[in-house]
């Protein structure tokens, strides 16, 4: 099947990014990306990754390989990691938000009722082990600012997954304003683009105020402060 030209492809998902009433097929159950609109290599993958779900079947995958990386296995979706400019177009942040060679993303757009919560679960996982010098990382993008999640500096162990390191699955949580929301989630890969670091998410959620967040975990932020980074899922 032939590829359309990268601006055209990027344009597309761009204008895929409307807001639905609320979160479509966060927890990734229909085995795919339904609802989601994604740049780079991404995709949904199962228990036989070595690492995750934390509920269900299915996770994201996102990960900084391009086609050198094919032959290790990295490349899940068949599409190469872009380069950080065209990363920021996708996730609307502002150009040289993001201190790195290449990455993927991927967004969806709906609309909260004032109170509302969103929560999302996720992983980040490098094959760099810590103070190597090439801080690779993982963020996500609401409505347009920039949150680290964790980079290969972060607290790290042994994953089982095809990556050799990992900080195990953490939770966030934000209570919204009514309206519009535009949440995103990104890797990407700094200095170098040799090694491979990934995220996956989970559970990505928007519950009613009062109602609790579905999902093992309940690390709340108050406001939109700095991220609390690399907190190991209490089982």
């Known amino acids: 099947m032939k590829k359309l030209p990268g601006a055209l492809a990027l344009a597309l998902c761009c204008l895929s990014l409307s807001a639905q009433a609320n ?8 085995g795919g990306l339904t609802g989601w609109s994604s740049l780079g290599d991404v995709a949904a993958t199962d228990s036989s990754f070595g690492a995750g779900p934390v509920a269900g079947t299915y996770q994201a995958l996102l990960t900084t390989a391009n086609a050198a990386d094919t032959a290790d296995g990295y490349n899940f979706s068949g599409n190469d990691a872009v380069l950080n400019v065209p990363l920021e177009t996708f996730l609307q942040i502002s150009a040289g938000s993001l201190a ?3 990455g993927s993303g991927l967004a969806q757009s709906f609309i909260a009722n004032a ?6 679960d996720w992983n980040f996982l490098t094959d760099l082990s810590a103070n190597t010098g090439f801080d690779d990382f993982a963020f996500f993008v609401l409505d347009g600012t920039l949150f680290p999640l964790a980079s290969t500096f972060s607290s790290l162990q042994a994953s089982g997954s095809i990556f050799n390191y990992e900080t195990g699955f953490a939770s966030f949580s934000q209570t919204l304003a009514g309206g519009a929301h535009t949440l995103g989630f990104g890797v990407a890969d700094a200095g170098d683009n040799l090694a491979v670091s990934g995220l996956l998410v989970d559970n990505v959620a928007l519950s ?3 109602i609790p967040a579905p999902g093992a975990f309940g690390l709340l932020f108050a406001g939109f402060a ?4 690399n907190r190991k899922t209490a089982r």
């Open 226 to 229: 700095a991220l609390v980074a």
């Open 23 to 30: 979160v479509v097929d966060g927890d990734f159950e229909s």
């Open 100 to 102: 790195a060679i290449e």
């Open 208 to 210: 009613p105020a009062g």
């Open 115 to 120: 109170g509302d919560v969103l929560s999302f």
